[in-house]
Nanobody, 119 residues
Framework: QVQLVESGGGLVQPGGSLRLSCVAS????????MGWYRQAPGKQRELVAT???????KYADSVKGRFTISRDDAKNTVYLQMNSLKAEDTAVYYC?????????????WGQGTQVAVSS
């Protein structure tokens, strides 16, 4: 059973920066895709950014140019560097991991970390 543990959330002023981290443990197979989703109050969970093993990344249009996703496979860790934060970035951010066993994909989620952008 894969466990994903996020850290790095908090309160920041508009224009500020935060760095989220997510460590994966318990996997017996390759975690092909890791990433971040977020859910604001009253809204559906949405993609923020994902990155596959080898480094190819995808971003939501709303965060392009401001957020950068990266991963360290040796540490089973994915990061999300968030710059120029806006009030609309306020949400619970969830880490996502997709494991491939050789015959099937399986997705896992972290518990979430709160990001609040406010003056």
């Amino acid at each position: 059973q894969v466990q994903l543990v996020e850290s790095g959330g908090g309160l920041v002023q508009p224009g500020g920066s935060l760095r989220l981290s997510c460590v994966a443990s318990g996997s017996s197979f390759s975690i092909v895709t890791m990433g971040w989703y977020r859910q604001a109050p009253g809204k559906q969970r949405e993609l923020v950014a994902t990155i596959i093993s080898g480094g190819s990344a995808k971003y939501a249009d709303s965060v392009k140019g401001r957020f950068t996703i990266s991963r360290d496979d040796a540490k089973n860790t994915v990061y999300l560097q968030m710059n120029s934060l806006k009030a609309e970035d306020t949400a619970v951010y969830y880490c996502y991991g997709q494991e491939f066993s050789g015959s099937a994909f399986r997705a896992y989620w972290g518990q979430g970390t709160q990001v609040a952008v406010s003056s």
